[in-house]
């Protein structure tokens, strides 16, 4: 079978396990038929299963895994032949489903005539969708024997493994890749990434004709809109097909079944770009622009670019911490970011620059887009070369550690006097180590109760503004318009609270519960509902939204945005900039960093922490 990524079948299944959408391809089944003839001595492979079989197995697999989002987690139910039985966490990712109408049934032990794997599970909005790969039949035996071993084959350096296995199977990646697409597709998520640039005028040409069409738009459009200040010094480009997304809450058939048509005809992806498939759609193409002669235009750049050129970088990063203020638990920090690229450029050029500060960012992780190459490495410098698509797009992503420190540092204290009064304390202190171009637009720290409704509040802080609503407190350190450049600052908010009284729980409620745990414990199967079910008894959740505020856990968020360069040490020399063949194209750069889940657990109360290997 030749390499590469072609899928044999695809379902969308919705929040109660029902498919409310399904596509087979019968040209890749009849090539997976043909080698499983092959491969089993002419035995007839089993059919693809309806989309009610589907559903019954995607079902009967989550009851019977060791989680309730079907992860395949082992505990003592496991079965061999289960994803739980192997215990690998890549089951988050690829699961495999069993047609059979009994499960516990040993006696299609080694038989993959039963099984359907690999799946590449992925859950966006309310919808998991499901991606089956074409894969060798050989390969699909080597799983079944692999999750049939008592030692599950995942001992470091084994031949054998579920991700050694997994890593020679390049039809893989490309499943993930048409699992995220369609995962954006059926939320809505379809925007491309920000790219964020000097106010300039319009580059016009072919380019603003063919993306308009699609909402990306290159400058103000004369119509009627929101006030704009004058004084803004920059714009941000964006673009989505908002006017073909479907709406929140409904699935857009259509749009599947035009995305299918485009991207991947005959069951082999050939253009997973939404924008790129619209803009085709909307446009075709026009006899006056004939393919380039010497050089291959690739299939992911359908238009040539016609205008004022000038290529255009943002790294956007995203800081996440949990700051815990204790001796005996370390604060965490991390960056996740990507540099976000959108290259006006005539005729089909190559871009190549070498990225510094790789040393100094301590890389954890990276990616490149498929238009990339990285031939060259070095401890600080890494060149790329690429030949970029239309629009913005993330030519990379990283994870890597805060090279400058943490932007916000501090504690939260909040302790309960009574059962509806409280007094807290916060400490902080911004932009610690921080200098000049990096600048804070803004930073504000919300205290949240979903529990509890706020009737009085009393305090000041020595910096900043305080709003309340009925259920937070929202401290404004840094507001808009007065941003934090050049020097750090120190802060302080000492105040009391108070909450209106908690409704009186029935009598006989505790005696309930103590009667009752026992037997529940023993009834449940899925680790995640034991500990679910312990944390209840003492610990009542509130919503979803709010997964970690319970009432035994208090804490603040932190929101911020710095601009003028990356906290990772990450950067662009716009001046080491080649483009081939050479033109005169002015190069821009721009780095943002915003907040993600930035936590200060308060210091007197219980905290999540993760142990330290």
Not at 72 to 86: I, Y
Not at 147 to 165: I, P
Not at 248 to 257: A, Q, T
Not at 386 to 395: D, H, R
Request: aromatic share 8%; charged share 20%.
């Amino acid at each position: 079978m030749p390499s590469g990524c072609s899928i044999r079948a695809l379902w969308i299944l919705n929040n109660h396990d029902t498919v409310v959408f399904s596509r087979r391809f019968p040209v890749v089944e009849k090539r997976w038929r043909s080698a499983f003839k092959t491969e089993n001595e002419n035995t007839d492979p089993p059919r693809l299963p309806t989309d009610q079989q589907l559903a019954t197995s995607f079902a009967r697999r989550k009851r019977r895994e060791g989680s309730s989002r079907g992860y395949g987690l082992r505990v003592s139910q496991s079965t061999k032949g289960s994803d739980s039985w192997v215990d690998d966490p890549i089951t988050r990712h690829i699961i495999s489903l069993s047609l059979s109408e009994d499960d516990d049934n040993e006696s299609n032990e080694n038989d993959d005539t039963n099984i359907l794997w690999p799946i590449v599970i992925h859950a966006k909005a309310l919808y998991h969708i499901l991606v089956l790969p074409l894969v060798e039949p050989r390969e699909m035996k080597d799983f079944v024997n692999l999750s049939n071993r008592s030692d599950c084959g995942s001992a470091v350096g084994e031949d054998l493994s579920l991700s050694s296995l997994l890593l020679n199977m390049s039809s893989i990646t490309g499943a993930f890749m048409v699992a995220h697409s369609f995962g954006d597709i059926v939320s809505g998520d379809t925007a491309e990434p920000e790219v964020v640039v000097a106010a300039s005028p319009s580059v016009g040409g072919l380019f603003d004709s063919l993306t308009g069409s699609i909402g990306i738009s290159t400058r103000p459009r004369p119509v009627a809109a929101a006030p704009v200040a004058a004084s803004s010094s920059q714009s941000s480009i964006t673009g989505a097909a908002a006017s073909d997304a479907p709406k929140s809450g409904l699935l857009d058939k259509d749009l599947l079944r035009n995305f299918i048509a485009s991207a991947m005809p005959f069951g082999t992806p050939l253009d997973l770009s939404l924008s790129n498939i619209f803009a085709m759609k909307a446009n075709g193409f026009s006899s006056a622009e004939p393919p380039h002669q010497d050089l291959k235009q690739p299939a992911w750049k359908p238009y040539l670019y016609k205008g004022k050129q000038r290529l255009l970088f943002t790294i956007h990063e995203t800081i996440n911490a949990a700051m815990y203020d204790r001796d005996e638990i370390p604060d965490s920090v991390s960056v996740a970011g990507q540099i976000n690229c959108r290259a006006e450029l005539e005729g089909l050029p190559d871009v190549s620059f070498p990225l510094a500060g790789l040393s100094k960012a301590r890389i954890d992780s990276i990616s490149f887009h498929p238009c990339a190459q990285v031939p060259a490495h070095g401890i600080d410098k890494q060149n790329i070369v690429f030949q970029p698509p239309l629009g913005n797009f993330v030519l990379m992503r990283y994870q890597a550690g805060c090279g400058l420190g943490p932007p916000v540092k501090g504690f939260y204290q909040l302790s309960m006097v009574s059962e509806d009064e409280g007094a807290f304390l916060f400490k902080v202190g911004l932009m610690e180590g921080y200098k000049s171009p990096l600048s804070m637009e803004f930073c504000t720290i919300t205290m949240p109760f979903p529990r509890r409704r706020i009737v009085a509040f009393d305090g000041t802080p020595s910096a900043g503004t305080v709003v309340t609503t009925e259920h937070s407190v929202e401290w404004r350190v840094v507001g808009s318009g007065r941003s934090l450049s050049g020097k750090s600052l120190e802060a302080t908010f000492p105040g009391t609270i108070k909450f209106s009284p908690l409704k009186s729980r029935r009598r006989g409620d505790g005696d309930d519960d103590e009667e009752n745990d026992g037997e529940g414990t023993e009834n449940v199967v899925n680790v995640e509902d034991v500990l679910v079910q312990k944390m209840n008894k003492d610990l009542p959740a509130v919503e979803m939204e709010e997964p970690f505020c319970w009432q035994a856990y208090d804490y603040a968020k932190v929101s911020f945005k710095i601009v003028g360069a990356s906290v990772s040490r990450m950067s662009i020399d716009t001046k080491s900039v080649n483009i081939y063949p050479t033109t005169k194209s002015p190069v821009e750069y721009s780095a943002q960093v915003t907040s993600g889940d930035y936590i200060l657990w308060n210091t007197l109360g219980k905290a999540p922490s993760a142990a330290a290997v």
